[in-house]
């Protein structure tokens, strides 16, 4: 057995790199079920019902006002109320990965003698809880079209996945199309699985495919323009 400090715990909201503005968080994943004890029943009997996640959030807010910056991209998110992607690491980047869709319920300043001011979020889950994830790229900055490193995920899968994209920095460049590539041997036949939308700015996406997933997983970007640079996290879950 071996266990991990939160310390290498990571997490990415929307476009924000979230770990530097993070103290606390929680992803809980749950299962309603229906009681369908009868009369000659001798001990309850339950059936199980939808499943359903919540996430939460805190801890320091950024003073800063710019552009994408913490408190403007969380706004920006919860004034949109619609689904964001949210990449949980608990272990760190090389264990396992939680790619939720979430919708903003409530966002959060917080301030009192003694105490720094605080930010706090909350968020329901739409959708699946993918919970079996790899990240692929983490935090990667590209400066030119380039194939990323083959990712072996140990075995191929036949229902799916998704994917998730956190594009958190964007200088210089005219766009960066960015797709998820398979291949059975991790040398050769790579062939793209899922195609996030063509990015011309910081953006977050989330993408789910169907069918066949093979062995191995990389990372593509096509980058147009520059010299500049792109700044992206990719994760993927099978299903």
């Known amino acids: ?15 924000l790199g979230a770990s530097a503005y993070t103290r606390n968080l929680s992803a809980d994943s749950t299962l309603d079920t229906h009681d369908v004890t009868t009369l000659v029943d001798t001990a309850k009997v339950f059936i199980p019902g939808l499943s359903g996640a919540t996430f939460s959030i805190d801890g320091p807010l950024d003073d800063s006002a710019a552009s994408n910056g913490q408190w403007d991209a969380l706004t920006d998110q919860k004034q949109a109320t619609t689904p964001v992607p949210i990449t949980y690491m608990p272990l760190g980047t090389d264990g ?39 990240v692929l790229e983490n ?22 996945g998704v994917a998730h994209l956190h594009l958190t920095a964007f200088a210089t460049v005219t766009s960066d199309a960015i797709t998820i590539e398979d291949s059975s041997t991790g040398s050769s036949g790579w062939a793209t699985i899922a195609t996030f939308t063509t ?41």
């Open 139 to 160: 935090g990667t900055t590209i400066t030119n079209t380039e194939n990323g490193s083959s990712n072996d995920l140990t075995a191929a899968s036949s229902n799916g």
């Open 199 to 239: 990015a011309t700015g910081v953006t977050s996406e989330r993408v789910e495919i169907t069918g066949t997933v093979k062995r191995y997983l990389r990372v593509v970007d096509t980058v147009v323009g520059g010299p500049g640079s792109v700044t992206r996290h990719v994760s993927f879950s099978r299903r």
């Open 96 to 134: 396992a990965t939680w790619l939720l869709d979430g919708i903003h319920t409530n966002l959060n300043a917080n301030s009192g003698v003694g105490s720094s001011v605080d930010w706090s979020l909350t968020a329901d889950i739409t959708g699946l809880s993918d919970v079996r994830g790899v």
């Open 1 to 15: 057995m071996a266990f991990r400090s939160s310390q290498v715990s990571r997490i990415y909201v929307g476009i």
